[in-house]
């Protein structure tokens, strides 16, 4: 996994629920190409056409609440983005998209402080979020050691595999 | 320690665990509903070959029950493939209604337990006093792998409900007076505990509602200290032997919330957030194409009683549906034994198979564009029962079927005696 990423950020507000990330009618879809093809419907469907391989998901607080869909998660891990960054997220949605190797990023204010189409430079490890449109720097909460053995393992399956491997490997 | 961070500490063999940390804890049932095949996909991904107990699996077919599509056919004939193949019992086939319902109706659910389901509405269990938790697919595998899954220990609100219950207002006109109040991402990686009189006075399928929506607050868990009315139900369900854990006097909570209900008016949550909550009096008159009543939050026999009082010798408004979803078998079959589905056939009501169904708007009840609808299910996001400009307004099921009545938001009250 890429730990420093820069591309643009697509902006909403709070609350936005799973729902929007991915509609409760395509939920019956799980190969990841069908799946990719309804990233944010609900919010902005025209999103998928504009978005481009390391841009950004920037919200306001309760990003992901709502359902337990992994599709949520997987639908912008498919469109292949850089991070996502709110202000909070649902629980649920934050455990997925750990599990399947998105990064997501607590920042204070950082709704107020990117508009749409800002070009952002974001280190994961660290937390550091640069505006290179206004030159602004945020600094996000850096994400817990535990998220990120996660993440760097490329997701729990990758981990869990590994372990397993390991376990198997010491008999 | 509170009766949560015991439960949690003897499940992760532990004697004591504190806000923030991570655990990793045995699950005691793990539930996987039919929207996710990516739980089975992911435990072959990681190298399952078979699951770690059987015994604690449960298999439900819930929300595309009957499927209206090949792809919902076909995800489904994989699921029961699967049971079959890894010695799963417990396979809830379309016939048994909405996962947490079924738990309860089978006695499946009980105090001390960890309940995980592939659903987000899990908090549902804290009605029973155990630690229910909704998870993704891939979290579900782990599970399904390993029989156990980490958790961070969360704080723990106390939401204390005070006062007597006025006439007409119900569990659900409380929690989404407490949303509405606390806003819809208050309770974030929080546990919320509901205590107080008004608590007291309610049933079990009143206490399902309260701990269900706790979700809409954003929590990870709720939780109910068993009482009488608990116990009762318990006797009549549950014949495996729990435990039920106690907070100890001293605990000292995160935060605390006081409630005094006695004055409280039905409310209602308006378009597109749960926390857009007022009272009934603010949206009276306006136009009703749909009232839904059903779900894991408002689809229980006391549900369709009431709506049966509303609608009792009535018609629907002509230019109203009516759409009913009991929550589960048991629930239909005791509401036919009641007399309630044939009052609300009679009055104009259009029955579906118990199950999901259109609250989160894949089938059975979806709503066009521009119209409006008045649900006692969970959540009101745009497009959540249909077009993205369908407006949903959340209310509980004696608001819903007053409005069905009339075709447009009345309310309740007044319609019952």
């Not at chain 1, 070009?119 to 945020?138: H, P």
């Not at chain 2, 579900?140 to 704080?155: D, H, M, N, Q, S």
Request: proline residues 4%; hydrophobic residues 40%; negative net charge.
């Amino acid at each position: 996994m890429e730990t420093k990423v820069t591309g643009r950020a697509f902006v909403f507000g709070k609350n936005i629920d799973t729902d929007q990330i991915y509609p409760g009618r395509f939920v019956e879809f799980t190969d990841i190409e069908e799946v990719a093809k309804y990233a944010m419907a609900g919010a902005d469907p025209k999103l998928v056409q504009e978005f481009a391989k390391g841009d950004f998901i920037v919200a306001a607080t309760n990003f992901g609440c709502g359902s337990s869909r992994e599709h949520a998660a997987i639908t912008l891990k498919a469109i292949g983005v850089g991070a996502v960054l709110a202000e909070s997220f649902g629980r649920i949605f934050y455990r997925n998209a750990i599990n399947v190797g998105v990064p997501v990023i607590v920042c204070p204010g950082i709704s107020t402080l990117v508009a749409k189409g800002d070009q952002l430079t974001v280190d994961i490890v660290s937390g550091q979020v640069k505006n290179e449109t206004t030159g602004q720097m945020i600094q996000a909460e850096p994400i817990s050691d535990y998220m990120l053995n996660i993440l760097t393992s490329g997701g729990i399956k990758t981990l869990i595999k590994k372990e397993l491997e390991q376990k198997c490997g010491s008999r | 320690m509170h009766a949560i961070e015991k439960l949690l500490a003897e499940k992760a063999g532990k004697k004591f665990v504190s806000t923030g940390e991570i655990i990793n804890c045995e699950v005691d049932l793990a539930g996987i509903n039919d929207l996710y095949l990516q739980t089975v996909r992911s435990f072959f991904e990681i190298g399952g070959k078979r699951v770690y107990d059987p015994s604690k699996i449960i298999m439900f077919l819930d929300h595309y029950a009957p499927p209206s599509t090949i792809i919902q056919a076909d995800n489904q004939k994989q699921f029961r493939e699967f049971c079959w193949d890894q010695g799963i019992d417990l396979l809830m086939d379309i016939n048994q209604g909405v996962c947490h319902q079924v738990l309860a109706d089978k006695g499946l659910v009980h105090p001390g337990q960890i309940v995980v389901v592939t659903d987000s509405h899990t908090t549902t269990h804290g009605a029973f006093g155990a630690f229910g938790t909704g998870v993704g697919a891939t979290d579900l595998a782990t599970i399904l792998l390993t029989g156990k899954l980490w958790f961070r220990v969360p704080e723990i609100i106390r939401i204390h409900l005070e006062g007597t219950i006025p006439h007409g207002v119900y569990a659900k006109d409380i929690i989404l007076h407490v949303i509405g109040t606390l806003g819809a991402d208050y309770g974030v990686y929080k546990a919320v505990e509901f205590t107080g009189t008004a608590v007291a006075q309610l049933n079990i399928s009143e206490r399902m509602a309260l701990c269900n929506m706790s979700t809409e607050l954003g929590a990870k868990t709720s939780y109910i200290q068993p009482d009488a009315i608990t116990m009762d139900y318990l006797n009549q369900k549950v014949s495996r032997p729990y435990k039920i854990y106690h907070t100890d006097a001293n605990y000292q909570y995160a935060a605390e919330h006081t409630f005094c209900v006695e004055k409280l008016q039905p409310q209602l949550a308006a378009p597109f957030s749960v926390d857009r909550v007022a009272a009934i009096e603010q949206f009276i008159g306006r136009k009703v194409d749909q009232a839904y009543l059903g779900s894991c939050t408002g689809g229980r026999v006391p549900d369709l009683a009431v709506a049966a009082k509303i609608l009792a010798g009535k018609k629907i408004h002509s230019r109203t549906r009516f759409v009913i979803v009991p929550a589960s078998q048991g629930v239909f079959l005791e509401a036919m034994k009641l007399g309630y589905v044939q009052t609300l056939v009679e009055a104009g009501a259009t029955f579906v198979t118990p199950g999901c169904a259109c609250c989160l708007g894949t089938h059975e009840g979806m709503i066009a564009e521009g119209e409006t609808c008045i649900s006692s299910t969970n959540r009101n996001f745009p497009g959540r029962m249909g077009h993205t400009k369908g407006e949903i307004f959340l209310g509980s099921p004696a608001a819903v079927a007053a409005a069905a009545l009339e075709g447009k938001i009345v309310d309740p009250t007044q319609y019952i005696d």
